[in-house]
Nanobody, 124 residues
Framework: QVQLVESGGGLVQAGGSLTLSCTVS????????MGWFRQAPGKEREFVAV???????DYSDSVRGRFTISRDNTKNTVYLQMNSLKPEDTAVYYC??????????????????WGQGTQVTVSS
């Protein structure tokens, strides 16, 4: 059974940076595609970034150029480096995993496993 544990959320001022981590257990991170999603209050969950099994990387238009997804297979961990944060980035951030996401995985229905979420709050 794959389990995902996120960490690194918090409160930051606009223009600041945060790094989220998602540690995988139960399966090597190199054998699964990993995605980051977020959900703001009153809004639907939306795609943020994906690191596919093929090492294909994709970002939503709203974060491209500001966020960077990376993976450290020695630590079984995927990271989301978030720079130039904006108040509209405020949300609960979730990592997700799938053995079937080889390339891009923008739909949340593509993922079998989900973390518990971590809150990111960006103040103006």
């Amino acid at each position: 059974q794959v389990q995902l544990v996120e960490s690194g959320g918090g409160l930051v001022q606009a223009g600041g940076s945060l790094t989220l981590s998602c540690t995988v257990s139960g399966r090597p991170s190199s054998s699964i595609g990993m995605g980051w999603f977020r959900q703001a209050p009153g809004k639907e969950r939306e795609f943020v970034a994906v690191y596919g099994r093929s090492e294909f990387i994709d970002y939503s238009d709203s974060v491209r150029g500001r966020f960077t997804i990376s993976r450290d297979n020695t630590k079984n961990t995927v990271y989301l480096q978030m720079n130039s944060l904006k108040p509209e980035d405020t949300a609960v951030y979730y990592c997700a995993a799938s053995g079937y996401v080889y390339y891009t995985g923008r739909r949340d229905t593509s993922y079998e496993y989900w973390g518990q979420g971590t809150q990111v709050t960006v103040s103006s």
